[in-house]
């Protein structure tokens, strides 16, 4: 084989087209807008990074938001304003800011002077303004293109600060869109991190006073057993309490910044927690009692952080700032010396904080033995069990490949067969279910060590304590799109939430897609997910096309299922509203037969006439019948 590899082998790219050609290195998944980590919600958050930084050195308490119903964002701050002889270099050059002088921008968020230009690239209309003493300049341009530019200042009666508007570009976020309810997440988080803070969006404002103690007071689900404890210092500040949930749930922020997948001040906070309270009460308690239920969110501000990807979802920082205390050591001496003061001031808060602790204790001590039986169990399945067929790649390890991991949570062993010999052996992995799981709604967790195919999934998971050693990225739920498929997900998701919710807060659980039809003629196959999609590809092939209807996944080839877990996989993330109550939402789908649901079933029954099927066929279905068949079937799904 002949290779010619010479000089011209070798390019270079522009900052815009390498922007451009590997957007997820800079925004992290593309994503049309319908879960709150797609790229039109970073580019978002870039724009107001930026702004904020503006609030924390000291300058615009006010910040407003603009959203078109065309996906035209317009993020206006009141801050100093972009130097206007830079305003190019900060709109169009790779790595220029004033935030690599850590005195300007001592603890800021962006520090790569990479964001902007990465909205700009990515836009197909950027425009940025900025005002400074009575002067303004003004630049427009397209995906990274410069269309017009103001060469001289001009007059300006308007306040300090800056201006961006800019338009996503469709090329790239497919048939996207902005979803409100992730925007209003996004802002709130913002002013609860930032307080004295106003932010407007569309005429709404945005405020908060008491910081991260309203975020609790906010995403708190149930009752509590105390009232939530809020301290803070210097770069520092926490909040939690303690719920009936199993489990942890964290928020943590790193100079503003939301990291969901949390880093070394989340380890260190968990640490400290337990460390803590245990000398407190001078009792030697397991820290997995101390935690479980703990509701918390904790704050703090790092000079130059360092992240573990552009996305900064991950804190990676050892130290507070260059040379100085590290990061656990700082989290602990804060946290040693607030809570220990806070809980000799507030029996009301020690006591029953104790009592929950100590329940945590009599409901762990009481499944040791029925755990001793699952692990033996488990140890057995580890070497028998053909229910898994596991990958080489784990995310508890150091693979460069763990967050690709899957594992695909199957219905029988039909449809588990096509997966597994589609998959990808390294980084996919696949579980068969035997039937319908049970409904575990009501139940303890003594049901997932006595209920055998719940333990194996959660030793194949091994998220028997935590969280921590996961052992894939994504959990993904496989089943038909039939009656019977709907209820195996129902079951399964209501047992995630019922044991092991963080699994679905950190966004970690998804339903896979499959096509309903395949459309074909000589020259072209497409693969159609709605009916839809299924009219468009007749038009586009023609009528004379052959049209074939998969009714399970077992009748899916697995040459043709390749192509849908593979790098065009579609997933639907699993996710839990905010001021959702589990418990309340479980009682009300999967709990005993009410009346409410049954009203709510049919007020909400839709009829699909499926167009695929004969005509002829069809008219002689009277109307009433499929009705009552189709209510039947969907209280059949979610009984």
């Excluded at 996906?71 to 790595?95: E, H, Q, W, Y």
């Excluded at 850590?102 to 002077?113: D, I, Y």
């Excluded at 489990?247 to 968990?270: C, D, I, L, P």
Aim: charged share 30%; hydrophobic share 35%.
């Amino acid at each position: 084989m002949e290779h010619n590899y010479t000089e011209s082998s070798i390019k270079s790219l522009d900052w815009k087209e390498h922007i451009r050609l590997r957007p997820g290195m800079y925004i992290g998944k593309l994503g049309d807008g319908s879960s709150d980590d797609d790229g039109i919600y970073i580019l978002v958050k870039e724009v107001i990074d930026n702004c904020i930084d503006e609030f924390a050195m000291g300058f615009g308490k006010q910040i407003e938001i603009t959203l078109t119903p065309e996906g035209s964002m317009t993020v206006r701050d009141f801050g100093r304003g972009i130097p206007l002889g830079k305003l190019m270099d900060c709109a169009s050059k790779i790595n220029t800011g004033a935030k690599y002088d850590s005195e300007a921008f001592k603890k800021s968020v962006g520090l790569n002077g990479v964001g902007i230009k990465a909205v700009n690239a990515l836009s197909t209309e950027f425009r940025i303004e900025a005002f400074r003493e009575g002067a303004t300049r003004c630049i427009d341009f397209a995906r990274g293109e410069v269309l017009k530019q103001d060469k001289k200042d001009k007059k300006t009666t308007e306040e300090n600060g800056t201006s961006i508007t800019f338009t996503p570009d469709v090329d790239l976020f497919r048939k996207f869109r902005f979803r409100e309810r992730h925007l209003e997440k996004m802002l709130r988080y913002y002013c609860y991190l930032n307080p004295g803070l106003t932010i407007r969006f569309n005429g709404r404002r945005f405020r908060s006073k008491n910081g991260l103690s309203d975020l609790l007071e906010e995403v708190i689900e149930e009752d509590v057993r105390y009232p939530v404890v809020h301290l803070s210092g210097q770069d520092i500040e926490i909040a939690f309490t303690h719920a009936e949930q199993t489990g942890e749930e964290y928020y943590s922020f790193v100079n503003g910044q939301h990291t969901t997948q949390g880093g070394t001040h989340q380890a260190a906070f968990r640490e400290a927690i337990a460390k803590t309270i245990r000398e407190f009460y001078k009792k030697n308690f397991e820290a997995v009692d101390v935690r479980s239920g703990i509701i918390a969110a904790i704050s703090v501000k790092v000079e130059e952080p360092v992240f573990e990807s552009q996305t900064k979802t991950k804190l990676g920082s050892l130290t507070m700032e260059p040379e100085g205390a590290t990061v656990r050591n700082f989290i602990l001496s804060f946290v040693k010396e607030k809570l220990d003061n806070f809980l000799h001031k507030h029996p009301e808060v020690s006591e029953p904080l104790l009592a929950r602790i100590q329940q945590s204790e009599r409901e762990r001590k009481e499944l040791k033995g029925i755990k001793k039986i699952a692990r033996e169990r488990a140890k057995k399945a580890k070497i028998h069990n053909r229910k898994l067929r596991d990958c080489r790649a784990h995310l508890n390890t150091k693979d460069k490949q763990r967050f690709e991991t899957t594992l695909f949570i199957t219905e029988g062993d039909s449809a588990s067969g096509s997966i597994t010999k589609s998959r990808n052996v390294t980084t996919q992995a696949v579980f068969s279910l035997k039937g319908k799981p049970l409904n575990c709604f009501g139940l303890t967790k003594k049901v997932v060590y006595e209920n055998e195919e719940f333990n194996l999934v959660q030793h194949a998971l091994n998220i028997e304590d935590d969280l921590d050693n996961l052992r894939y990225n994504k959990i993904v739920i496989a089943t038909d799109a039939d009656v019977d498929g709907m209820h195996i997900r129902l079951l399964l998701i209501t047992f995630f939430l019922q044991f092991f919710p963080e699994l679905i807060r950190e966004k970690h659980l998804y339903i896979l897609q499959t096509p309903l039809f395949r459309v074909r003629n000589k020259k072209e196959t497409r693969y159609c997910y709605t009916e839809l999609e299924r009219q468009e590809a007749i038009s586009a092939l023609g009528a004379k096309a052959e049209i074939t209807r998969f009714k399970g996944l077992g009748e899916i080839s697995p040459d043709e299922f390749k192509h849908f877990i593979g790098e065009d996989i579609r997933l639907d993330p699993v996710t839990i509203k905010t001021k959702s109550s589990i418990k309340e939402m479980l009682k009300f789908y999967m709990g005993k037969n009410t009346p409410e649901r049954q009203e709510f079933i049919i007020d909400n029954l839709r009829v699909e006439h499926d167009m695929a099927e004969d005509e002829g066929e069809a008219e002689e279905k009277p109307k009433d019948n499929v009705k009552t068949i189709a209510t039947a079937d969907k209280e059949k799904a979610i009984a």
